[in-house]
């Protein structure tokens, strides 16, 4: 089975930092480009920032200079530093990656979610 799972949420006060992992497991052949998403309650998912396999990033304007992403492809792993964090940001942080594995003889690919991760900050 392939799939995505997040870790490294949890609560932490403005102004600090959390840092999530994105770990692609199973019989992979290629991990395209990944993402960071997240919601809050009563909004629509939004993108936070994405990442080539080349290592080009973008970000939301909202997160721009206090969150990286980055990458580790031997690993099949994302990861997003989130510093000076707000109580705006927080919101279930979702990893997405485009993922090609075998599958029998032949090969499949698939936009892949995570569980999510719960990310609260507040005082």
């Known amino acids: 089975q392939v799939q995505l799972v997040e870790s490294g949420g949890g609560l932490v006060q403005p102004g600090g930092s959390l840092r999530l992992s994105c770990a692609a497991s199973g019989d992979i052949f290629r991990v395209g480009a990944m993402g960071w998403y997240r919601q809050s309650p009563g909004k629509q998912r939004e993108v936070v920032a994405g990442?080539?396999?080349?290592?080009?990033?973008n970000y939301a304007d909202s997160v721009k200079g206090r969150f990286t992403i980055s990458r580790d492809s031997a690993k099949n792993t994302a990861y997003l530093q989130m510093n000076s964090l707000k109580p705006d940001d927080t919101a279930v942080y979702y990893c997405?990656?485009?993922?090609?594995?075998?599958?029998?003889?032949?090969?499949?690919?698939?936009?892949?979610w995570g569980q999510g991760t719960q990310v609260t900050v507040s005082s």
């Open positions: 990442i080539t396999t080349g290592g080009t990033t």
């Open positions: 997405s990656a485009a993922v090609t594995y075998f599958r029998g003889s032949s090969y499949a690919s698939d936009i892949l």
